[in-house]
């Protein structure tokens, strides 16, 4: 290639792009074809050179980043995206398919990563700060046009001028363009692929910038200086090996500053004294949705998808983009007739025509589809920009990619498990009755532990049971940045999570805290860790003496209980340390409810609710278990041991106490009351005793209403339909109220009867307005109608018992269950 081969001037060939453009990767694809150059030179970190070769591997499939990190500190990291329409990506490839040398020339990520090491998080470290200064990953990147114009919102220097613009913007406006995008696709990516001179548009493109850059002067951050002073020294050194047969693929704003003559010592005095810390690069997967976030890349493009399409369409790319969101229709069941392709094609090249472009653009392809195909609703075309414009592609590394060892170990599990990460979320449903599913769910709660936010639980629908588990997965590429940090806790996950769950024990701010942590241990079955988790545990509850905390304790750790039936760990040290914190809360419960003010007893409610929830499934666990539902064939987990199997009769002992002592708030008396009533340890008649004797002319209103509050708030409608003795007794006190104490009352009980389901209000209503009383209970509003009676139908309910069974997926329950399962049927 000599200096004025290809209708170029001499000296090295700088391929001004802008990054993730399809126009542009194709114009560098058919520049480098027509100079043939020596070396190829690419705007990313130097220490990435040994990672080029891997892009030619037969399994990497972008998009894909590369991840930089600081091995002492692997948070702090920048990530270098590139996806199959990135020019420097094409350039990649251009030179592994020519066995030609490809180097990385921008400055190097141990200074980049240093940089900004004492800023405030969600500064620079990589080569633009993308637009959301909250950014947890900071990634490295912008697009070429648009670079170090766009403004920095955490860069904490205020003496640094404001002058920062956009190139695009004073590009497009020039040309008569109200829209940057629109102008770049129309000048660049719609330009036809038969164009003669392939290094026209890079010339044209450099004087533009080198128009701007004397308008505006650098216009960029202090360090886009250095990085330009160190991508010169790189191109000197390629050219005195290759002497001018060297191609530069970089941001087209950084090529006047490419082609501009500086003294070597100059360069060099700028790169004087930089900060350096040690790094390690590697290939990870990236994704077109993480492209397309501007809070994750400050190259972000809003349509990936529609690049990619642009890209790899070898002809009539409208044509095949309609072909491609009929069929999407097609899949989500929505009529889309080849017609309808025809008309949606023709009404974007008619629009493109009206609008004076030259091709139709994504603008026009939208609202062809969405005139012709979605009959003028957004709301179909929001999938078409979810699934095609954006998209869901997930790219793939090789395995023989450099990764820290706690990463090699995660995907031997993933593959293990057949459990293969994806860009789209998903939902995976567990049975942990099966081995698999069981490993999997292990490997989910122990990534949870460590923060790698892969999956998240989600009720599980059908079943109640403990063996069913509901996750909701979705793999984002910064997960890689989280197993890169929890790499420091061990090589592997059960040994990382094992490590990173004893730290949290040891550094645990509160009892609540410790008995999460048990928990997730249990639930990840880490048996090296419980010990040191238990004996925190068990250390914690003596020493605390808040009831509220032992409260918020006793669920979680109760809960765990329950997973020693289908997970088969042994829970005997917990359910000690859960009975004993359940006899200190019964102790403790009653003197820490008097004398509270509204918001701290709707606090303590709440307590109770919980406390009240767990010794129900503590009482069951000291029992026999046969209506549990732990897996066939495995045995109940351990129950309290002797000494604590009435713990449900002292409970009803305190409710009892608080729902008689006047010193008690009136919400929490409320409370018991409905308690014990739901438990049966009071009957109707003694229920509607209580309440008359509260809601009696004696009781200040605002009591009254507490006391109401919390016995028929969440969820206690259906007491007042099914028992109008109750709803008379609280329509006769509502209407009692004075008129001065009606308005300190009305929020309450707003806030109590807005809870209840519409069906449960409306039919309240209808009640109020025939007045509750004249008839007693359902019994005798039903009586006379065919399959209601006044008593139990013991025959009719036997005969929902195997109903009950197989929606609980209990078809294994021995048949000593089947009168409990009445008592659930009545």
Not at 5 to 33: K, M, N, T
Not at 42 to 47: D, Q, T
Not at 605 to 633: E, F, I, K, Q
Request: charged share 25%; proline share 8%.
């Amino acid at each position: 290639m000599t200096g004025t081969e290809g209708g170029r001037g001499a000296g090295p060939l700088l391929l001004g792009v802008r990054h993730h453009g399809p126009g542009s990767a194709r114009a560098v694809r058919a520049a480098l074809d027509a100079a043939q150059p020596r070396v190829v030179l690419i705007e990313g970190p130097p220490e990435a050179d040994a990672l080029i070769p891997l892009a030619a591997d037969e399994d990497m499939r972008p998009p894909v980043a590369l991840l930089g990190h600081a091995v002492d500190e692997p948070g702090r990291s920048a990530f270098w995206p590139l996806a199959e329409f990135s020019p420097e990506w094409v350039a990649i490839r251009w030179a592994l398919d020519h066995e030609v040398p490809a180097r990385f020339i921008d400055l190097p990520a141990t200074h980049t990563l240093a940089w900004g090491k004492d800023d405030a998080e969600g500064e620079l470290t990589g080569e633009e700060q993308p637009p959301d200064p909250t950014a947890e990953t900071p990634t490295a990147g912008t697009p070429s046009g648009e670079s170090p114009s766009d403004p920095d919102p955490s860069d904490p220097d205020p003496s640094v001028p404001d002058i920062r613009v956009d190139p695009l913007a004073v590009l497009a406006e020039a040309a008569g363009y109200d829209d940057p995008e629109r102008w770049w696709e129309d000048v660049v990516e719609h330009r036809g692929a038969g164009e003669r001179d392939a290094f026209a548009p890079f010339t044209a493109l450099e004087e533009a910038m080198g128009a701007l850059r004397e308008t505006y002067g650098f216009g960029g951050h202090e360090r886009d200086l250095v990085r330009e002073a160190y991508m010169r020294l790189q191109v000197r050194a390629a050219q005195r090996e290759f002497e001018d047969d060297v191609a530069v693929v970089c941001g087209a704003w950084h090529v006047p500053a490419l082609r501009q003559k500086t003294a070597v010592a100059a360069d060099r005095a700028l790169l004087k004294g930089l900060p350096k810390v040690k790094v390690d690069l590697t290939w990870v997967p990236w994704t077109h949705r993480r492209l397309s976030r501007a809070s994750g890349y400050g190259a972000g493009i809003d349509s990936p998808g529609w690049y990619g399409h642009l890209f790899g369409a070898p002809d009539r790319p409208v044509e095949r983009w309609m072909t491609k969101v009929a069929g999407l229709f097609r899949e989500e069941d929505r009529i889309v007739s080849p017609a309808h392709v025809i008309e949606a094609v023709r009404l974007a090249e008619t629009l493109a025509v009206m609008r004076g472009r030259p091709l139709p653009g994504l603008g026009e392809a939208t609202d062809a589809v969405r005139a012709v195909m979605c009959e003028g609703s957004d709301v179909p075309l929001a999938l078409v920009h979810d699934r095609l414009v954006v998209g869901d592609v997930l790219g793939e590394v090789p395995p023989g990619a450099p990764a820290v060892p706690l990463q090699r170990d995660l995907d031997r599990s993933q593959r293990r498990l057949r459990i293969k990460p994806e860009a789209l979320e998903r939902e995976l449903e567990l049975d942990l009755r099966k081995e698999t599913d069981a490993g999997r769910s292990r490997l989910l709660h122990r990534l949870r532990l460590l923060g790698i936010e892969w999956g998240e639980p989600a009720a599980s629908r059908g079943s109640t049971g403990t063996f069913r588990e509901t996750w909701r997965l979705r793999w984002e590429p910064e997960l890689a940045v989280r197993v890169a940090e929890a790499g420091v806790w061990g090589t592997t996950v059960l040994a990382a999570a094992t490590a990173k769950a004893e730290a949290d024990a040891v550094g645990a701010q509160s009892l609540a805290d410790v008995t999460a942590l048990a928990e997730h241990c249990l639930l990840a079955e880490l048996p090296d860790a419980l010990p040191v988790v238990m004996k925190v545990l068990a250390d914690r509850a003596a020493l605390d003496t808040d009831v509220g905390h032992l409260a918020q304790a006793l669920p979680a750790l109760v809960r765990s209980l329950r997973y020693g039936d289908v997970r088969g760990t042994d829970t005997g040290a917990l359910t000690e340390v859960a009975a004993g914190l359940a006899e200190r809360v019964f102790v403790g419960l009653p003197p820490a409810c008097a004398a509270l003010d509204a918001d701290a007893a709707e606090e303590m409610r709440r307590h109770v609710d919980a406390v009240h929830g767990a010794v129900a499934l503590l009482g069951d666990a000291s029992g026999t278990g046969h209506g549990d539902t732990s897996a066939p064939g495995q045995s109940d987990g351990p129950g309290p041991g002797p000494g604590h199997g009435d713990l449900r009769v002292r409970w009803r002992a305190v409710l009892r106490t608080l729902s008689a002592r006047d010193t008690i708030p009136g919400v929490i008396r409320g409370r018991a009351v409905r308690l014990l009533l739901d438990e049966g340890e009071l009957g109707p008649d003694e229920a509607a005793r209580l309440m008359g004797l509260v809601l009696s002319p004696g009781t200040p209103p605002a009591d009254a209403a507490a006391w109401i509050e919390g016995f028929v708030g969440g969820g206690g409608g259906l007491l007042l339909v099914h028992d109008e003795r109750l709803l008379g007794l609280v329509d006769a006190w509502l209407t009692g109220v004075p008129a001065e104490a009606f308005t300190d009352v009305l929020p309450l009980l707003r806030r109590t009867f807005s809870s209840y389901e519409p069906g449960v209000r409306r039919t309240l209503g209808e009640l109020v307005r025939r007045g509750p009383g004249k008839q007693v209970g359902t019994a005798a509003t039903a009586a006379g109608i065919p399959g209601f009676g006044t008593e139990l139908d013991a025959g009719r309910a036997d005969a929902v018992v195997p109903v009950l069974r197989l929606l609980l997926g209990l078809d294994d329950v021995l048949n000593n269950g089947d009168n409990e399962l009445v008592g659930v049927a009545g």
